[in-house]
């Protein structure tokens, strides 16, 4: 009972320097609600595109090559400009035959994909050399762009 007596003494004597610990913690709790407030109100407005490219065979083995696919992750709506093969310095191979289905609006949820089959890429790829890289590409009207390395040109000519 004496030790409470002694603290409850030393906090009537040290009163303000009580009162400006108790403010600071005030202080940073406020701090902390403002930052989780701010990160919640722009939740529904993230926008995250994931892009994945992979191999595919046809049905009944009759062709086989590349796809390179755009997911739309997050909670906004974004339209895609161009999803295809990327060569460096400059040159994007997008699959004409399929483009009106891969230049399209991706609610959330939502994917679209660009098949490149080999016998096409061996045929453009012949003016590049070996050692050049290929990326997947994806870029959406708001200039928001994407690469992933897929490999290298020889790779692609050899199969």
């Known amino acids: 009972m004496e030790k409470m007596n002694d603290i409850i003494e030393w906090c009537n004597i040290n009163s303000g320097f009580i009162q400006a610990i108790l403010a ?37 083995f009759v062709d086989d090559g590349i796809h390179v696919t755009c997911i ?15 060569i460096k310095p400059s040159r994007v191979y997008i699959n004409l035959n399929s ?25 453009e790829f012949k003016k590049y050399d070996g050692s050049t890289k290929v990326y997947a590409y994806v870029e959406d009207t708001e200039g928001t762009i994407k690469k992933k390395y897929i490999c290298r040109i020889n790779q692609i000519k050899e199969k």
């Open 72 to 86: 739309n992750c997050g909670n906004r709506t974004f339209h895609i400009k161009k999803l295809g093969l990327f």
């Open 99 to 123: 483009i009106a289905e891969s230049q399209i609006r991706l609610d959330g949820g939502n994917e679209t994909t660009q098949y490149f089959t080999s016998n096409y890429l061996k045929e």
């Open 24 to 60: 600071l913690l005030t202080l940073i709790v406020s701090i902390i609600a403002i930052a989780v407030s701010i990160k919640t109100a722009n939740l529904p407005y993230k926008k995250k595109m994931v892009l994945t490219f992979g191999s595919y065979i046809g049905v009944g």
